[in-house]
């Protein structure tokens, strides 16, 4: 049986399932269907690419994700992480069995996860539970749940207060959790992208006072993939993926 938690979650992305016109939600099947992208094996570094909750991971190539990039210095997969995973609560550990675990196994010594908007909030759901398996994550649009809780964040003083006060029957609180646990373990390593025409930016008030500022990218554009390939392509350019 669900939480209460994960009963509210779906009803929160069930209403984003309508609105963005999509089918009915896809089961979770085991194991987590991955979409090598361009050669694998050439590095010891793997980026994890975890998709929104419309998309297939097929769309990280298509967007231009996979473009050719002759200083790139690792792997590239991406994860048919869709919505199926988060509301029956096994997108931690499908991602460490089927993801992690077997890429560790086949000698990749750093991973990095790369969440796009839904994919940013399981990423952060992920180094929460295992911080020491990734170097570091990108939150390209992510996801965090409505203005209300970034706005009970700020009235709060900040994330650090917030996170001393008991958490609130909201999934997506669980994110901000992370966030505030990454600030104080130091790790793993955060990097920001959105674009300033998307209507989540707003959200993104508590996210930006915890990641530095040299960590955050900004582009003109909405909450759409031809903003999340140039940022994706300015965060590359940066080498600080390796």
Known sequence: MRSPL???????????????????????????????????????????LLPGIRDLPEKFAQSG??????????????????????????????LHDDVVEPARRSGYRRLWLVGVSLGGFGSLLYVDRFPDDVEGIVLLAPYLGEPDLADAIEQAGGLEAWSRMPLPKDPFALGWRSLQNIAVRGRPRVIVGYGTSDPLAATYGPLLQTVP????????????????????GAIEATGEIQ
């Open 6 to 48: 994960m009963r509210h979650a779906a009803a929160l992305l069930g209403a984003a399932l309508l609105a963005a016109g999509c089918a009915v939600p896809r089961e979770a099947t085991v194991p987590l269907r991955t979409v090598a992208i361009g050669q694998q094996g050439a590095h010891d570094t793997l980026v994890v």
């Open 65 to 94: 994700f996979g473009e050719p990039n002759g200083s790139r210095n690792f792997d590239m997969l991406a994860v048919d992480a869709h919505w199926g995973y988060y509301e029956d609560r096994s997108i931690v550990e499908r």
């Open 213 to 232: 500022a040299s960590k955050v990218h900004a582009l003109g554009g909405a909450h759409r993939w031809s903003t999340w390939a140039p940022l994706w």
